[in-house]
């Protein structure tokens, strides 16, 4: 919000993370669609999650408005498969940060999808301080992950301690706003960019991401020692504005040349932190992607001089009311996850589990009115 807003644009805020704010997803689209139809955006800016914004209203907004609209999407390397291409084509423009999903989209006749990436936030971008003003030798923002925790034990055992913050951790987590803080004054900002397994052409591959923490710890004015992820070099000189490593040996030595050289290790934070400032802001990725989406919205049909139709929708939210079939279902479903994984996971459980049965063997019904997860488990999930 803060780069739209320095774009030069009022941006005002949709709720749909917080569902706590809705009685059920009926009234979060029927109040999406009523501040559309009241403050007539220019733009509509999504970050979807999975299915609180049905696929017809999406399309009441594009029959109805002449919103252009923009979905940036977050872990297209698996969410292409089971939501992307599914919502994509209501959209004027669809953001990736995958050339993966680029190549998928192509394959699959999808002609809206752009690359991007993702990139710091210029409000919170600080220069680095020397070396010897650093507070942290070497630290580590992020939950215990995947195989976070044994890259913090090898170093442990290899003499080199690591000031870990997050879920899982014994500093425990920290707020939002302390966290640039806490890169700033790193000497060294772990990154460990493998993010599990995922599926490329039908087959199970190990995948090495850049996320935002990438962009996040120069911009913070920290030195960024990363684990290597594809097309890393196309935003950053590996040894002259972040340090990328391929494995503990590796990191060890690194690691250790550049708490012993500080007046080396402050020359590469700060080219890393001027590429960032000068590229990688996420005023510089969303201005390209807004001129684009008001380009494709001008091909679009002219939005209905009668605005939203809500008697349409709320034809469609009827759809929306649980059946006896779906209470049964839910019952079906619920019991043996509540008995395995008890009364406050197992809820998460078996919306999940039906949730990954719809997507793969239901499609695009997933992300309508009528799907069964969003039904019945709205407190749930």
Request: neutral net charge; charged residues 25%; aromatic residues 12%.
């Amino acid at each position: 919000m803060p780069a739209l807003k320095n774009l030069g644009h009022e941006v005002l805020f949709f709720e749909s993370l917080n569902k706590a704010a809705y009685s059920d997803y009926a009234e979060m689209n029927r109040k999406l669609l009523q501040l559309v139809e009241a403050e007539k955006p220019d733009l509509i800016f999504c970050v979807l999650m999975t299915y609180e914004i049905w696929l017809e209203t999406l399309q009441l907004v594009r029959e109805g408005s002449d919103a252009a609209l923009i979905h940036w999407a977050t872990d297209d390397s698996w969410k292409y498969e089971q939501a992307s291409k599914f919502l994509a084509p209501l959209f004027d423009l669809h953001a990736t940060t995958y050339p993966s999903a680029m190549a998928k989209a192509e394959k699959d006749g999808l002609d809206n999808f752009v690359l991007s990436q993702w990139a710091a936030d210029s409000s919170r971008m600080t220069p680095p301080l020397r070396a010897d003003l650093c507070r942290y030798p070497v630290s580590f923002v992020g939950s215990t992950y995947g195989n976070r925790k044994q890259w913090v034990e090898l170093l442990k055992q290899r003499g080199i301690h690591v000031d870990a913050f997050g879920y899982g951790w014994p500093n425990g987590p920290v707020a939002a706003e302390d966290i640039a803080g806490i890169m700033r004054e790193s000497q060294v900002s772990l990154n460990f960019g493998d993010s599990g397994v995922v599926i490329e052409d039908g087959k199970p591959v190990r995948s090495r991401q850049i996320k935002a923490r990438v962009f996040e710890v120069p911009g913070a004015g920290g030195l960024l020692v990363t684990e290597k992820a594809e097309h890393l070099d196309e935003y950053y000189v590996p040894g002259e504005e972040i340090i990328v490593f391929d494995d503990i040996d590796d990191l060890v030595e690194k690691t250790e040349y550049l708490l012993a050289h500080p007046d080396r290790r402050d020359a590469i934070a700060q080219a890393g932190y001027a590429r960032t400032k000068a590229e990688h802001s996420y005023e510089s990725r969303f201005g390209p992607l807004i001129k684009l989406a008001v380009e494709r919205r001008a091909n679009r049909p002219a939005a209905a001089k009668q605005g939203i139709d809500f008697c349409r929708f709320e034809n469609i939210a009827k759809l929306y009311r649980p059946t006896f079939l779906l209470y049964l279902l839910k019952v079906l479903v619920l019991l043996p996850c509540l008995l395995v994984w008890g009364k406050q996971r197992g809820p998460r459980a078996a919306r999940r589990f039906l949730f990954e049965f719809s997507w793969r063997y239901m499609g695009k019904k997933t992300y309508s009115a009528t799907n069964w997860a969003g039904r019945i488990f709205y407190k749930e999930s």
